[in-house]
């Protein structure tokens, strides 16, 4: 007789497999700030900057914040085991891959036109993800929904102080 899986085997995978997305999106963001944080002080600082931009203390909480959500909804795609939710998987990773370019675009290269250009695709790869995922799992789709008001925020703002600069 066939029987199911135990079910604290199953919670384990699953907690296991939510670490293990949430730790993938939060290390996309470490990679980022390797390019980010010596720019701050140096380069970033000496930019005019709109006056809508906020503190950079501001960022690193927000970012973490949107680095969970994203993680979460993720596994929540991947935890469906749909074949649906592994092809959606690949426009989160392409977007990942861009939110990481980024920082090397326009703090790294300290290139705000750069920036622009990969924020651009980015947005385009959030949405992407946002239309795969939500036939596959709405709610994970939703959690998605901040990060991309978010980067539309960025654009602007990344927009602005390429204007300024």
Wanted: charged fraction near 10%.
């Amino acid at each position: 007789m066939l029987t199911a899986e135990p079910l604290p085997g199953r919670r384990l995978r699953d907690f296991l497999a939510l670490a293990a997305f949430v730790l993938v999106c939060l290390a996309a963001g470490w990679i980022g700030s390797i390019a980010t944080t010596p720019a701050i002080p140096t380069w970033y600082a000496g930019l005019t900057k709109p006056p809508f931009n906020p503190p950079n203390a501001v960022f690193p909480i927000v970012w973490t914040i949107l680095y969970v959500l994203m993680g979460v909804a993720a596994w929540r795609v991947w935890r469906t085991g749909l074949p649906e939710g592994r092809t959606a998987l690949l426009p989160f990773f392409i977007q990942l891959a861009l939110n990481v370019l980024w920082s090397f675009a326009f703090f790294g290269a300290e290139s705000p036109a750069f920036g622009l250009l990969v924020i651009a695709l980015l947005w385009i790869a959030i949405a992407w993800t946002i239309a795969a995922f939500r036939p596959v799992d709405g709610p994970a789709a939703l959690l998605l929904v901040p990060y991309l008001a978010w980067v539309s925020f960025a654009a602007v703002l990344n927009a602005a102080i390429w204007a300024l600069n």
